[in-house]
């Protein structure tokens, strides 16, 4: 037969297939009547995998039963995806545990950050709070979660990602582990300084301290020289450190501001190869509220183990025209070889479209998690990070 008369078959077969797929949808819609009265849960794996099993027996080939599986996924997907969004008509979609406001507090808030005086962090609390807040500092970034749960402190001004080094893959960790939650971020461009003692120059160097995330960002510059790196939890630790020691040989890489801090020299600003670097800061705090007009949703997510689950999970985001802007996984220790995920995507929690990705990614994902709404950065918005 000519490819021509082939094809004529192909859209007959595939007319006949649209009609089916159409009739199927229908009793679809009534399947969701009878669930929606009956206070019945839209996803029932144990009958998904019996249906796949059965779908799988009436083919005669391998490869027809791995595409039979796919296509029949995808279309109990879709059945789903009508089925919440019947929910979602009925006013059946729930209230999530969230509460909006029309402004997160800043004056006179107690906020913690990691590091010592003349952090980056610091510099973020002050940009998002203002100077009006009680800003103080711990040892480390658990040390700033303790400290928000247990309501010594209102919020807490951790680092999440920096444009040039990446993410800070503890934060991923520490959010969830703590039920704390996200509810603004401020980016912060980053230029780095070569800071030493008063008195002291660049040829007098022969040790530098500093994160070791500086010192990635650092590496172009640091290459030219044969100094011994040694890394600091923060960069204002390095800069007092060498305050406190007095010795001409070592130097700290930190912003210009600790350099003022604890009264040393500026030998050389901007080590830092990349002219945008900035690093992206959470606000986090012990409470599930948000702003009204937050625009940016946080949520973890973790996964059945078994083929195509992520996938078909993305698939909530696509039917719902949501836009997803960052996932990022981070190993599950207790679980050898599996993953947890962090997705960041555009909404707000009383858009009905956000509501109803949520409820799908809730009844499918084996377990999920908002970790917060609030409003994008405008440098972020603006390409800074």
Aim: charge should be negative.
């Amino acid at each position: 037969m000519e490819l021509g008369e082939l094809r004529k078959q192909i859209d007959y077969v595939d007319r006949q297939l649209v009609e089916l797929f159409e009739r199927r949808m229908e009793i679809c819609d009534q399947i969701g009547d009878v669930k929606l009265n009956a206070g019945s849960r839209i996803f029932d794996r144990e009958r998904e995998q019996e249906k796949l099993r059965a779908v799988k027996a009436m083919t005669h080939t391998d490869l027809n039963r791995t595409g039979a599986e796919e296509m029949f996924r995808l279309m109990m997907s879709v059945s789903r995806k009508l089925q919440y969004r019947k929910l979602a008509n009925a006013g059946a979609q729930g209230r999530l545990p969230f509460i909006g406001c029309n402004r997160i507090e800043r004056k006179g808030v107690r906020v913690v950050y990691q590091g010592a005086e003349g952090a980056y962090s610091e510099e973020a609390a002050r940009a998002y709070f203002g100077e009006d807040a009680n800003v103080c500092h711990v040892d480390t970034f658990r040390d700033a979660m303790c400290t928000i749960e247990e309501g010594s402190a209102d919020y807490a001004v951790l680092p999440i990602e920096n444009s040039t080094a990446g993410i800070v893959s503890e934060i991923y960790d520490l959010l969830s582990e703590f039920e704390n939650y996200i509810i603004g971020e401020q980016v912060i461009r980053i230029r780095h300084c070569l800071i030493g003692i008063p008195g002291s120059s660049i040829t007098d160097i022969r040790r530098v301290y500093s994160h070791p995330q500086s010192l990635m960002q650092s590496a172009r510059f640091l290459q030219d020289y044969s100094w011994e790196q040694i890394s600091m939890r923060n960069n204002a630790f390095a800069v007092k450190k060498v305050a406190e020691d007095g010795d001409i040989t070592q130097a700290a890489i930190a912003s210009e501001h600790a350099a003022r801090i604890y009264g040393m020299d500026v030998l050389l600003r901007g080590v830092n190869q990349s002219e945008r670097n900035a690093t992206r800061f959470i606000i986090v705090t012990n409470q599930k509220i948000y702003e009204e007009d937050a625009d940016k949703i946080s949520i973890c997510m973790e996964l059945p183990h078994e083929a195509g689950s992520l996938y078909r999970l993305m698939s909530h985001f696509i039917y719902n025209d949501l836009n997803m802007t960052r996932i990022e996984s981070r190993p599950i220790p207790e679980r050898s070889w599996e993953y947890r995920f962090f997705i960041d995507f555009e909404g707000n929690l009383a858009d009905s479209a956000v509501i109803n990705a949520l409820r799908g990614l809730r009844e499918e994902a084996a377990s999920l998690r908002i970790l917060g709404n609030y409003r994008a950065s405008r440098e972020q918005n603006e390409g800074v990070a």
